[in-house]
T-cell receptor, first 115, second 111 residues
């Protein structure tokens, strides 16, 4: 399967713990995005990378959240000192800019539950 | 800022019924517009798109026309099937980078 893969698919943690999610994009895609989705809502943009450069971060992204894409391939999203409000599905997507149409390919997401 | 508003849901239809899911947007300039679909237990996937005014996107019997004058991109299908049951998201991008999504519309099609 050459789609976007995310790991782990489910994570349960206690409040105050740190968690890290990994995303492997489609191999030839140079853009990688992180979104957060809560129940009954559409995905909210968090941040995106072009190659290894983080080009944009949402104002919603607190300083407890950090994302990296060190070699322009896979990416990690770390949440420090988790809070119950961080419980959500974290979605990764990738794209290859062709004609500026912005089609994104999504992974199945990593569900975080903070107890 | 940019925003997308979808009709309040959920929507429940019988098989072979006509479907319309309304989507309106707020954005400056000329965004590209998308419909994404999320089937149960799967990731979001692109259903159709339109990149300029009056374009019609179509796929799997679904259609949507980019209406600049009404800032709308309503999704339609003439005859829905049980397999169309999913959550549908309208989205836009202005810059070709981030997508801004609507809140989603849950569609349930009963046999």
């Amino acid at each position: 399967d050459t789609g976007v893969s995310q790991d782990p698919r489910h994570k349960i943690t206690k409040r105050g713990q740190n968690v890290t999610f990994r995303c492997d994009p489609i191999s030839e895609h140079n853009r990688l995005y992180w979104y957060r989705q809560t129940l009954g809502q559409g995905p909210e943009f968090l941040t995106y990378f072009q190659n290894e450069a983080q080009l944009e971060k949402s104002r919603l992204l607190s300083d407890r959240f950090s994302a990296e894409r060190p070699k322009g391939s896979f990416s990690t999203l770390e949440i420090q000192r988790t809070e119950q409000g961080d419980s959500a599905m974290y979605l990764c997507a990738s794209s290859l800019m062709l004609g500026g149409t912005g089609e994104l390919f999504f992974g199945e997401g990593s569900r975080l539950t903070v107890l | 800022g940019d925003s997308v508003t979808q009709m309040e849901g959920p929507v429940t239809l019988s098989e072979e019924a006509f479907l319309t899911i309304n989507c309106t947007y707020t954005a400056t300039g000329y965004p590209s517009l998308f419909w994404y679909v999320q089937y149960p237990g799967e990731g979001l996937q692109l259903l159709l798109k339109a990149t300029k005014a009056d374009d019609k996107g179509s796929n799997k019997g679904f259609e949507a026309t980019y209406r600049k004058e009404t800032t709308s991109f309503h999704l339609e299908k003439g005859s829905v099937q049980v397999s169309d049951s999913a959550v549908y998201f309208c989205a836009l991008t202005r810059s070709g980078s981030r997508l801004t999504f609507g809140e989603g519309t849950q569609l349930t099609v009963n046999p």
